[in-house]
């Protein structure tokens, strides 16, 4: 998407002026802006709550959170999430009248991607830097995570959540019926073996291995010289895995790096669904319900992310965080 500077402007006015931020956490997210003959308008910012990106964050708030919940921006792309994260700072410190921002309440969260993302003017130099501080073999490295504001996601999209191995049993138990992928009842593992057999043909893969061995290379099976031999690699792991904690790491390092969202895509309703248009928005929101339960398990990083930023303010105000 990218903003203007005018657009960026607007942007962050809008959220400065909304009293529901006032003493309040604010995450800033990616995904679409909604818009009216083109642009931003107050009528299309009202839908803002309503986005699916910010929707799905706020479904993964932790269970046990009642009092003064976050609020949720979509902002667009990653470098606006990034630009609108400095641009809030910047005009609350030129007027403060005319914001009800807590700058030290504000944080933000983008997608890792495989594309590195330079940030300037912060503590970490980019997107691979806030990663490699703050997961350590996949899971959340809660010593660090208290220093960060700009979170990155520690698999490679938001989606790559919905279908990681712990989400099976909410497609299997779907109350409008099991969604359907490729023709069939969904069955994650299809998925991932349908993502391995892509890897040799993700051009971005190619172009960013090395990255991507980086953010896997505690999967020490997996030969990351070449996208062959690292779809050969994974697949011979898989396969001779003892147990389901080695084949869950397999699919979790897979998740880190091999993009997700045209299989996401490709998951569908069944026939006994009503409303098809809302189905993959739904979906989503279920699997925040079932995120918004894991806050203490450092695997899942999204409902860490938020029980983090809710210790880090409860310390600021100087409360117990129990």
């Not at 503590?123 to 990663?131: C, K, L, M, R």
């Not at 299809?190 to 980086?214: F, H, P, R, W």
């Not at 050969?232 to 080695?246: I, L, M, R, V, Y």
């Amino acid at each position: 998407m990218s903003f203007t500077q005018k657009e960026l402007k607007e942007h962050c006015q809008y959220i400065l002026r909304q009293r529901r931020i006032k003493n309040k956490i604010v995450v800033l997210c990616e995904g679409q802006i909604p818009k009216n003959d083109g642009r931003p308008s107050p009528q299309s910012y009202g839908k803002m709550e309503t986005m699916p990106d910010a929707n799905f964050y706020k479904a993964c708030v932790p269970k046990w959170w009642k009092q003064k919940l976050p609020e949720f921006f979509n902002c667009g792309d990653r470098q606006d999430v990034i630009d609108t994260y400095f641009a809030l700072s910047e005009l609350h410190a030129e007027d403060s009248t005319k914001s009800y921002l807590t700058p030290e309440k504000l944080f933000a969260i983008v997608d890792l991607d495989l594309q590195v993302k330079t940030i300037d003017n912060y503590n970490y130099t980019d997107t691979d830097a806030i990663f490699g501080n703050l997961y350590y073999k996949g899971k959340v490295n809660d010593k660090n995570a208290i220093n960060h504001r700009i979170w990155v996601t520690g698999l490679i999209y938001k989606e790559a959540y919905f279908i990681a191995p712990e989400i099976q049993p909410i497609f299997d138990n779907y109350l409008s019926g099991t969604p359907i992928y490729n023709g069939n009842p969904i069955v994650l593992e299809k998925i991932y073996m349908d993502m391995v057999d892509g890897i040799g043909s993700d051009i971005a893969l190619q172009e960013n291995l090395q990255t991507a061995s980086k953010r896997i290379s505690y999967c020490a099976g997996l030969d990351c010289t070449g996208v062959d031999k690292l779809q050969d690699s994974w697949k011979t792991e898989f396969q001779n895995a003892q147990d389901e904690t080695s084949k869950n790491q397999l699919i979790y390092a897979l998740l880190t790096i091999k993009q997700v969202k045209e299989y996401w895509n490709q998951i569908q309703p069944s026939d006994d669904w009503v409303h098809p248009k809302t189905f993959r928005d739904q979906l989503s929101l279920e699997i925040g319900r079932f995120y918004s339960a894991q806050s203490s398990d450092t695997r899942y990083h999204i409902p860490v992310f938020l029980k983090t930023v809710y210790e880090e303010d409860c310390q600021q105000r100087g409360y117990d965080n129990d």
